[in-house]
């Protein structure tokens, strides 16, 4: 997203075509290595505005705000995780109700 957001700075239309397709591909290439990093947004911006040759010192500006933006994001990942395990156990018809709707478990959980 930082990277169309800087594009247009430079005189580049982050809506054609090969704009969209380089970048997917520089995404998902550089995804590997910082997928398992602390505040790995920030190191995979810098990877994908080098790669694509836009200004990298506008990073700096995501870096200071980088802690806020990685706590929702890392919401917003559990939310979904927890999401589709409920869901796949549902549609698999292993979900445990009696403990689903135990009010007791969370209060429990809360207080080790």
């Given at each position: 997203m930082l990277?169309?957001?800087?594009a247009?700075?430079?005189?580049i239309?982050?809506?054609t075509?090969?704009?969209?397709i ?7 290439i ?11 947004a920030?190191?995979?911006?810098l990877?994908v505005l080098?790669?694509?040759?836009l ?9 200071s705000?980088?802690?806020?933006i ?5 919401a917003l ?5 927890m999401?589709?395990?409920?869901l796949?156990s ?11 709707n ?7 959980e809360?207080?080790?």
């Amino acid at each position: 997203m930082l990277a169309v957001m800087i594009a247009p700075s430079v005189g580049i239309d982050p809506f054609t075509p090969g704009f969209l397709i380089q970048l997917v591909l520089i995404i998902g290439i550089s995804s590997f290595g910082v997928a398992g990093v602390g505040g790995g947004a920030t190191f995979a911006a810098l990877i994908v505005l080098s790669s694509m040759g836009l200004p990298v010192a506008l990073a700096g500006l995501l870096i200071s705000i980088e802690p806020l933006i990685d706590m929702g994001r890392t919401a917003l990942n559990v939310n979904g995780s927890m999401l589709t395990g409920t869901l796949s156990s549902r549609i698999l018809k292993k979900l445990n109700w009696n403990t689903f709707n135990d009010k007791t478990a969370v209060e429990h959980e809360s207080t080790l």
